[in-house]
């Protein structure tokens, strides 16, 4: 099961997707999350899922890779929508003891669970196709306006980046341990829920003594190489938004305006 985890991992390609600047990846992200939430009727919504699936397939990635970043959280996607099935006004349409589902509950559910799995779409998309190295250099660059405020923003960017890129290494890690105790007789699979997170102890103390190795290793390579911060840094690879990134924001900015006109003629699905 762990090694369906996609998050973190770059899937190197030649797509349209690929070519964009990552500063602009990152900002269509985060402007993508806000059209997704703003949606407030099927129509809109339906209008920024067919965007993103859209946009998935422009990526040339199997589809498999995004099916398996959406396994992981499809249990959290349930949770939340069956959760959401009893939070609702109005008639109830059926009742189970002193729950009720309504239509509202309904729309809830729906709305909650298509969001999170479009969310997580557009979010496995910009890892897939973007390199730590150019996320890291993306951050910085979105992030400097901070530095007025004496913020260290090249440590931040590297740590987050560096962060999400050993996210697929501790997973490994981690199930190479639960193999190797397997191998000597422990028991991880039966059992009621806290009897298995007792089984998982033993798997837990040796994966932090290996991440604190490993976090040990990556300081003493950054220190032979002179690593001195952000500071005088230079790269070797500079970033710059051409005419693709413009036609990205313009396919956005019709997206924007085609959920404003929805929710603006259209009845409210949720509120």
Do not use: W
């Not at 993508?32 to 407030?40: A, G, P």
């Not at 998982?200 to 390579?221: D, G, H, K, M």
């Amino acid at each position: 099961m762990l090694k369906d985890v996609t998050l973190g991992q770059f899937l190197p390609g030649v797509s349209p997707i690929h070519r964009l600047d990552p500063r602009a990846k990152i900002l269509f992200l985060i402007a993508l999350i806000v059209f997704i939430f703003i949606t407030s009727n099927y129509i809109s919504l339906a209008l920024v899922a067919a965007f993103i699936v859209a946009l998935v397939f422009m990526t040339r990635i199997p589809v498999k890779m995004y099916l398996k970043s959406m396994k992981m959280i499809l249990f959290i996607v349930l949770f939340t929508g069956i959760i959401n099935l009893f939070y609702g006004r109005g008639e109830p349409l059926v009742k189970i003891g002193f729950l009720q589902i309504t239509e509202a509950g309904i729309n809830n559910a729906v709305f909650v669970a298509v969001r999170i799995a479009v969310l997580i779409l557009a979010s496995s998309m910009l890892t897939f196709t973007t390199s730590p190295t150019d996320l890291t250099d993306a951050l910085e660059r979105l992030l400097k306006p901070l530095t007025v405020f004496h913020i260290k923003v090249h440590e931040i960017a590297m740590m987050m980046t560096i962060a999400l890129r050993f996210v697929p290494t501790l997973l490994e890690e981690t199930d190479k341990i639960m193999s190797a105790q397997k191998a000597r007789g422990a028991d991880m699979e039966s059992g009621n829920l806290i009897k298995r997170i007792k089984a998982l102890i033993p798997v837990l103390i040796p994966l932090f003594v290996s991440a604190f190795r490993r976090a040990e290793e990556l300081a003493t390579a950054m220190e032979c190489r002179c690593y001195q911060g952000g500071s005088g840094r230079t790269r070797m690879k500079r970033l710059h938004f051409g005419k693709a990134d413009l036609y990205g924001l313009a396919a956005c900015l019709l997206v924007l305006c085609g959920v404003i006109i929805c929710n603006i003629f259209l009845p409210a699905t949720v509120r």
